[in-house]
């Protein structure tokens, strides 16, 4: 499967913004899918995975309750909405896809990933 992410930009703390992601591929309902985030100098990390069905999403800590992660199977597309967004979400945005489940917290567990969308978040 190759993803394509879009939807990034700049935004005031406080503003929102919806990244996409589209897949090619006639068995995209068959992956779990992943956005991680990489910052300068940082280690890429987890935002939110969704899985298969769309059913079962997971976030940790310092995204949940401000970002909603979403999929259309139909479509071939998953979506990040990110709300109240603070300088420290500044960073280049990836989506990623797992034959599995549903995808784990950790980069290396997914198999597919996308190019990356720059979202700076200005204070």
């Known amino acids: 499967v190759q993803l394509q992410a879009s939807g990034g930009g700049l935004v005031q703390a406080g503003g929102s913004l919806r990244l996409s992601c589209a897949a090619s591929?006639?068995?995209?309902?068959?992956?779990?899918m992943g956005w991680f985030r990489q910052a300068p100098g940082k280690e890429r990390e987890f935002v939110a995975a969704i899985d298969w069905s769309g059913r079962s999403t997971y976030y940790p800590d310092s995204v949940k309750g401000r970002f909603t992660v979403s999929r259309d199977n139909a479509k071939n597309m998953v979506h990040l909405q990110m709300n109240r967004l603070k300088p420290e979400d500044t960073a280049v945005y990836y989506c990623?896809?797992?034959?599995?489940?549903?995808?784990?917290?950790?980069?290396?567990?997914?198999?597919?990933w996308g190019q990356g969308t720059l979202v700076t978040v200005s204070s």
């Open positions: 990623a896809a797992v034959a599995a489940t549903i995808g784990g917290s950790r980069p290396e567990e997914y198999d597919y």
């Open positions: 591929g006639r068995t995209f309902s068959s992956y779990s």
